[in-house]
Each structure stands twice: as C-alpha cells, then as structure tokens.
C-alpha cells in the first residue's frame, strides 16, 4: 500500500444540496491554488447523457455503462469550472432542474458510484485538491487532511435555490422547492451506498444565516491548523 502522506493534500467539503459546500469549494480552490473536484458534477454529467439518450432511470446496468463511459472534462473558464460533455458545454444543461433531480437518483446506484469513483480521486493533484461533494470524506477521499461537513436548514436552502432560479428569470415556488430538498436528502441519507453523513474526524459548519466569507473563514483557519497552508506559496 502507498503511503498517502505523500500525496497532495485534499480538503473536503461535503453536505446536503444548497449548503454552500460549492461556493465554498470555488473560493477555497482560488484561495489555495488548489485543484477543484466538484463531485456532483459527475453524476449530473451521467444524468444529463442518460436522459439525451432516452434511458431508464431505474436500469442500473444501462446507467453504469453510460457513467464507465462518458466522455467529459473540465476547463477553467473565467474563474468558473465548465462542464464539457464529448466536447460541448453543458454547464448550464447540468443545472436544470430536472437534471439535478435525476442526479439523486443516479448517484443512489452502487454500480455508478462504482464506475466514477477512480475518476474522482485521479482529481488528486499537486500543490493540493479540494473535493465538493456528499461522500469526499467518508468514501473517495478517506485519508484526506481536513473534512468539512458543511449544512443549512431546508428551508434556508429552499430559499438560497428560490432565489438563484429568479435571478435567472426562472418563476419557481418555494413550497415545491422546499419538498423537492427535502426527498432529495432522504434519497441521500437512506441509500445504501455512501450515504450523506459527516466523516467521523469531519468538523460540522451549520451556514444558516451565516455569511459565505464568515465560513470560509473558519474553513481557513481549520486548513492552517490541520497542514499548515493559508495561500498560495
């Protein structure tokens, strides 16, 4: 067996969908100089090829095939990650609703989860990684240095998804949203595979009315307790 501690760091940030944990993630990897993983981009990439392709959410053996296979990459792109599906963006596609829905539903299956877990950890590079996502800590990234299990309430969440949909024209409501957020961590909490929880050594950040730079914050400094980096050297 290798020794990990000679590998680039890695820091995860997991929690529940509309916790911060991307945002979070973006600002820490600009911070740090560090790689990005945003995880669940993953799942919604095979999501959003399953449903072009017309297949069935519930057949596990299609879904893993389509997942061993997809063609993506990732490209930074104005300070933001663009998501390229067999060459085209589908940054924006990923994000859909009905995509998102159908993300928590593939990424409840063993076989995927199987399928893109090598894909996730060859992420791992120099000077260091962080990991956005619902298992980094417990199951991709084990051994990583520090965990953060990042949450908010649903009704926070509810809203902070209400809003980003206004911004972009689209009329939601929030009832429907709170529901939709709160099967969705059902569906996560409960599936037999990895399912939502902090890691044992992961340090628990509640975002509820708290400011996105207040939590970066305190990310930061638990980052220079645990190995020592603040910023790029």
């Known amino acids: 067996m290798s020794d990990t501690s000679e590998l680039p760091p890695v820091i995860t940030i997991d929690g529940p969908s509309g916790s911060g ?129 990042l949450t908010a309430s649903a009704e926070e969440r509810a809203r902070r998804r209400e809003a980003q949909l206004r911004e972009k024209g689209v009329s939601v409501s929030l009832r429907d949203l709170l529901e939709d957020i709160r099967a969705r961590d059902a569906r996560d909490m409960n599936r037999e595979t990895s399912p939502l929880a902090p890691a044992k050594d992961a340090v628990e950040l509640d975002s509820t009315g708290v400011a996105i730079d207040s939590v970066l914050q305190t990310v930061l400094q638990l980052v220079r307790e645990r190995i020592g980096i603040s910023r790029p050297g």
């Open 21 to 149: 944990k991307g945002t979070i993630a973006r600002l820490l990897a600009d911070r740090l100089n560090f790689a990005l993983l945003d995880s669940g981009a993953l799942y919604r990439l095979t999501a959003l090829a399953a449903l072009e392709q017309g297949a069935d959410l519930t057949d596990e053996a299609t879904l893993t095939e389509i997942a061993a296979n997809l063609d993506i990459r990732f490209e930074l792109r104005d300070g933001e990650v663009a998501a390229l599906l067999a060459g085209r963006d589908v940054s924006h596609d990923i994000r859909m609703e009905r995509v998102s829905m159908a993300a928590s539903k593939v990424a409840a299956m063993p076989g995927v989860r199987a399928a893109l877990l090598q894909r996730q950890r060859d992420f791992r590079q120099a000077p260091g990684l962080v990991a956005d996502g619902r298992d980094m800590g417990t199951t991709v990234f084990p051994d990583a240095p520090v965990k953060v299990f």
